[in-house]
């Protein structure tokens, strides 16, 4: 009788976790790839609304010249308390013929920014402004401040890049809360490659650098976003 027991018992356990994987996988999948999906389409919607604001805005002249951009969107307020997240974003590099590559997925997580977000959700927005912070982009990880330097972005719509102190930093920082746009400090968050999210839309783990490099294809999920860079940032 424990014989037959401990037979039963053992096959049960053998056979759980195959049982449970066939039929939770496809479902996870899809859940991930709408993530996903949403989030191109999300960040594609942030520069549309920010770029139609009023005069307290990003500036053209800024947008023109960037090298990459990182859109974070809808960080809720208190995020950074679970697990150490802050939020799940996409970047955007252009290529040596000024065009924008393809997207890849990153986290940004870790610092001492949280309490400076304001409101229910907060759209972050980062400019890379020359090819150092680029490189810094091509890293798997890198920390904003120690590895990367980093501002609040100014805001006003006729301001002009130039080369005062705050341009002087390799990537600037926004946020947009309940349509208020500003400049937000990000000293000490870390900024790293979104695996899971890389892997629903590329089929395969992806390194920072094959997204700087353009060597990826431009996946047809990121057409709405990549009308918005045509049309906002050339």
Same mark, same amino acid.
């Given at each position: 009788m424990h014989g037959w027991l401990r037979t039963v018992v053992a096959g049960l356990l053998v056979g759980t976790p195959l049982l449970v994987s066939s039929v939770s996988t496809p479902a996870a999948t899809a859940k991930i790839d709408r993530k996903v999906r949403e989030r191109l389409d999300r960040s594609a919607e942030i520069l549309t609304e920010i770029m139609r604001a009023p005069d307290q805005g990003l500036s053209p002249d800024f947008l023109r010249q960037c090298e990459g951009l990182v859109f974070i969107p809808g960080v809720k307020k208190g995020a950074l308390i679970v697990g150490g997240q802050f939020g799940r974003g996409v970047m955007v590099v252009?290529?040596?013929?000024?065009?924008?590559?393809?997207?890849?997925f990153v986290t940004l997580g870790g610092g001492s920014f949280g309490l400076q977000i304001g409101g229910q959700s907060t759209d972050v927005i980062l400019l890379v402004m020359n090819r150092?912070?680029?490189?810094?982009? !091509? %890293?798997?990880?890198?920390?904003? +401040?120690?590895d990367a330097s980093v501002a609040a972005g100014p805001v006003g719509r006729d301001?002009?890049?130039?080369t005062d102190i705050q341009m002087q930093a390799e990537i600037l920082s926004y946020s947009r809360s309940q349509?208020?746009?500003?400049?937000?400090?990000?000293e000490g968050a870390t900024l790293q490659v979104d695996d899971e999210a890389n892997k629903a839309i590329y089929g395969r783990t992806v !390194? %920072?650098?094959?997204?700087?490099? +353009?060597?990826?294809?431009r996946p047809k999920e990121a057409a709405r976003l990549y009308a918005v860079l045509r049309r906002y940032a050339g």
């Open positions: 252009r290529q040596p013929n000024r065009q924008w590559g393809p997207p890849g150092r912070g680029i490189e810094k982009l !091509a %890293s798997n990880k890198f920390k904003l +401040g120690a301001l002009k890049a130039g349509g208020v746009f500003a400049g937000l400090s990000l !390194a %920072s650098r094959e997204v700087v490099e +353009g060597t990826l294809p």
